[in-house]
T-cell receptor
Framework: KNQVEQSPQSLIILEGKNCTLQ??????????LRWYKQDTGRGPVSLTI?????NTKSNGRYTATLDADTKQSSLHITASQLSDSASYIC????????????FGQGTTLQVKP | EPEVTQTPSHQVTQMGQEVILRCVPI?????FYWYRQILGQKVEFLVS????????KSEIFDDQFSVERPDGSNFTLKIRSTKLEDSAMYFC?????????????FGPGTRLTVL
């Protein structure tokens, strides 16, 4: 069964610190992996998109990595800010180009002053 | 910056009633999607739509659900006879294409509460 699992479920860090979120997936065949940020009560917003041939992609303070062989991805947040408090969701698209996104359960990040 | 809009932001209905959730995708986008998120759970794919046809639907999207693009701008999700378990946040999304690397832009969601 196509699944996306994330860890940790939740995380609390101090403002200015770095953190890394993990994602494992079993979706096959695989097209690409995305990281989304979802603020409470809002729709998800795309942070990064990586195809199977890409190992890393950055978007400002967000850096995503992908190991397609081990089916693992990580999202590293540098110099966290209070506004980074949100749910971070790993999303995978299988091949076939129907656009169907398969979501992980998300990691809830809380940044404290 | 263009964005996907959804109305209403919150809908309360009685079990068994019909509801229509409305979405206005980004104007030059051709592919449209509905997702739902039950409180505390993952976002789940419901249906994708292109060229006035359903491209793919999940097992959740049974005969109680339907989608329509009634005009050039709106994209609607209808639930014919709501059940308690339909209570969730419903997100509309759109993309220019369905190429795997194309971004899907999500609306703010409609919170549906079935009593």
């Amino acid at each position: 069964k196509n699944q996306v699992e994330q860890s940790p479920q939740s995380l609390i860090i101090l403002e200015g610190k770095n953190c890394t979120l993990q994602c494992n997936y079993t979706v096959s065949p695989f097209s690409n992996l995305r990281w989304y940020k979802q603020d409470t009560g809002r729709g998800p917003v795309s942070l990064t998109i990586m195809t199977f041939s890409e190992n890393t992609k950055s978007n400002g303070r967000y850096t995503a990595t992908l190991d397609a062989d081990t089916k693992q991805s990580s999202l590293h947040i540098t110099a966290s800010q209070l506004s980074d408090s949100a749910s971070y969701i790993c999303v995978v698209i299988g091949s076939g180009n129907t656009g169907k996104l398969i979501f992980g359960q998300g990691t809830t990040l809380q940044v404290k002053p | 910056e263009p964005e996907v809009t959804q109305t209403p932001s919150h809908q309360v209905t009685q079990m068994g009633q019909e509801v229509i959730l409305r979405c206005v995708p980004i104007s030059n986008h051709l592919y449209f999607y509905w997702y739902r998120q039950i409180l505390g759970q993952k976002v789940e794919f419901l249906v994708s739509f292109y060229n006035n046809e359903i491209s793919e639907k999940s097992e959740i999207f049974d005969d109680q659900f339907s989608v329509e693009r009634p005009d050039g701008s709106n994209f609607t999700l209808k639930i014919r006879s709501t059940k308690l378990e339909d209570s969730a946040m419903y997100f509309c999304a759109s993309s220019e294409s369905r190429v795997g690397t194309d971004t899907q832009y999500f609306g703010p969601g409609t919170r549906l509460t079935v009593l």
